[in-house]
């Protein structure tokens, strides 16, 4: 299943297949990247991240996709569990300085 | 660790009524920050501290007080409270460097009626 946008998409899939994440980041001089998973009632937790050096970088079931030239981020989960059910949002940072800018977000749901 | 601690968890304010939520951690990190969630929307946010003693407004600070006496704690003081101030309050904090972003806390969902 895929998303685009950052208006609060919600994004079904079945257990066991991928996933992908959308996320249009405003600022062309951003130049690193996170995204969140916030659970039911948590707080967002660290997901991955990347550097505007990169294209692409894989975690744990994760891989994120940075395409500069049209702002765009991507998050792909490979065999989506039903755990990873949750809003994922991208932020982005400019520089050294510490404050990061939050997309709406996507209501991820996972069908057993 | 406790990470970042938040309390209260729900609270229910009157219009006009007073108060501060509470935020500590206890990770010994520089920076902590103030977010305010609204339904469907990004996080907004409303102050952050690079260090005790000093402050400084976000996007959507109007409203709002903060004050940064100790490393470990950045309360939020909302005054006359209105209906526009419900939302899910979220604490953060992080070190100087921008790795990693920040240790969330699980948030205080604040309705005023």
């Known amino acids: 299943g895929e998303s685009v946008g950052l208006h609060l998409p919600t994004l079904s899939v079945q257990e066991g297949d991928n996933s992908i994440i959308n996320c249009a980041y405003s600022n062309s001089a951003s130049d690193y990247f996170i995204w969140y998973k916030q659970e039911s009632g948590k707080g967002p937790q660290f997901i991955i991240d990347i550097r505007s050096n990169m294209d692409k970088r894989q975690g744990q079931r994760v891989t994120v996709l940075l395409n500069k030239t049209v702002k765009h981020l991507s998050l792909q989960i490979a065999a989506t569990q039903p755990g990873d059910s949750a809003v994922y949002f991208c932020a982005e940072n400019i520089g050294a300085g510490n404050q990061f800018y939050f997309g709406t977000g996507t209501s991820l749901t996972v069908i057993p | 660790n406790a990470g970042v601690t938040q309390t209260p968890k729900f609270r229910i304010l009157k219009i006009g009524q007073s108060m501060t939520l509470q935020c500590t951690q206890d990770?010994?990190?520089?920076?902590m920050y103030w977010y305010r969630q609204d339904p469907g929307m990004g996080l907004k946010l409303i102050y952050y501290s690079v260090g005790a003693g000093i402050t400084d407004k976000g996007e959507v600070p109007n409203g709002y007080n903060v004050s940064r006496s100790t490393t470990e704690d950045f309360p939020l003081r909302l005054e006359l409270a209105a209906p526009s101030q419900t939302s899910v309050y979220f604490c953060?904090?992080?070190?100087?460097?921008?790795?990693?972003?920040?240790?969330f806390g699980s948030g205080t969902r604040l309705t005023v009626v």
């Open positions: 990770m010994n990190h520089n920076y």
């Open positions: 953060a904090s992080s070190f100087e460097d921008r790795n990693y972003g920040y240790t």
